[in-house]
């Protein structure tokens, strides 16, 4: 059973940072797509960014580019989302999810993790990131 599980939310003023985790356990595959998701009250998920497993190729949403980092411990399982400069409008549940296939539905032609969250079959619980002005 394929298992995710974030960690490292929290509050944090305009311009700081936060680190997320998200380690996973028991994939029968060695290259799968993950993904960011954040909500924030009364919007929509939005999938902010993506790791693919395979070959570390990553994309990010606009409105994270240049400010949020994808990175992956092999020997932990563990991925991490660095968040620098962060804003008010960052703040939301993050999710991280894994698309774990024997083909995953999430992967584009052009080599990357869509951000699609329907595609994504395995969700953590979530952590709460609140940035204040």
């Known amino acids: 059973q394929v298992q995710v599980v974030e960690s490292g939310g929290g509050s944090v003023q305009a311009g700081g940072s936060l680190r997320l985790s998200c380690a996973t356990s028991g994939s029968p595959y060695s290259s799968y797509c993950m993904g960011w998701f954040r909500q924030a009250p009364g919007k929509q998920r939005e999938g902010v960014a993506t790791?693919?497993?395979?070959?570390?190729?990553?994309y990010y949403a606009d409105s994270v580019k240049g400010r949020f980092a994808i990175s992956q411990d092999n020997a932990k399982n563990t991925l991490y989302l660095q968040m620098n400069s962060l804003k008010p409008e960052d703040t939301g549940m993050y999710y991280c999810?894994?698309?774990?296939?024997?083909?995953?539905?999430?992967?584009?032609?052009?080599?990357?993790?869509?951000?699609?969250?329907?595609?994504?079959?395995?969700w953590g619980q979530g952590t709460q990131v609140t940035v204040s002005s």
């Open positions: 999810a894994a698309d774990v296939r024997a083909r995953a539905w999430s992967f584009r032609e052009g080599g990357y993790c869509g951000t699609a969250g329907y595609n994504y079959n395995y």
């Open positions: 790791f693919y497993t395979d070959d570390g190729t990553t």
